[in-house]
């Protein structure tokens, strides 16, 4: 027994909701296939040898990328106020080295073989570059949307750095609420 009331409809899901889970799952079976493919060729302890090599290679990777960031980050924030900022290319690239590294310690080949990719320079470098610029294309067009005009006035501050104190009065309270008759607490703490 319905009523005239409508039923509501779920909303609809997004692409990506849908083939991401789709494109992990094709992921792990392709490699499991490839293990398998290699353990047949060359033997389950190599296999086992390449995935330990490849676990410790990364490891590695991370770590160093990681005190590298730690350094990096250090020498910032000891830096005397104005001076200036050291643009050499040592602080660039760590993220995508970290990300290499844990692509290393996955197991699996393809993740392997992506992970040595990305510890080349000449592939981190254009890799890099090419996030940048779409993640700048994202923030344009996000700036130019509905919420653009908020991120601007969040951040408007009067040039001469001064506050001027004061309290909001709502016109559309009652009158009664706005005059209690009482003193008002001060505008300062």
Do not use: C
Not at 110 to 129: H, Q
Not at 157 to 178: F, L, M, N, Y
């Amino acid at each position: 027994m319905t009523t005239g009331a409508p039923t509501p409809t779920a909303p609809r899901r997004s692409r990506a909701r849908t083939l991401v889970p789709l494109g992990i799952a094709a992921w792990l079976v392709l490699e499991i296939w490839l293990l398998t493919l290699v353990a047949e060729a060359a033997g389950g302890f190599a296999v086992l040898g390449l995935l330990v090599g490849a676990g410790v290679l990364g490891a590695m990777v991370i770590k160093r990328a990681g005190r590298r960031a730690f350094t990096n980050l250090t020498e910032t924030l000891q830096q005397q106020p104005g001076a200036a900022v050291p643009t050499g290319s040592s602080g660039k690239g760590n993220g995508l080295l970290m990300l290499g590294g844990l692509l290393l310690m996955l197991p699996g080949l393809i993740s392997d073989a992506l992970g040595l990719l990305l510890l080349l320079p000449p592939v981190r470098s254009r890799l890099g570059r090419y996030t940048e610029r779409s993640l700048e294309r994202r923030m344009r067009a996000a700036s130019s949307g509905p919420l653009g005009n908020a991120f601007q006035q969040a951040r408007i501050h009067r040039p001469d750095g001064k506050v001027v104190q004061g309290e909001v009065i709502r016109d559309d309270a009652p009158r009664s609420d706005r005059d209690t008759g009482g003193p008002r607490p001060p505008l300062t703490p």
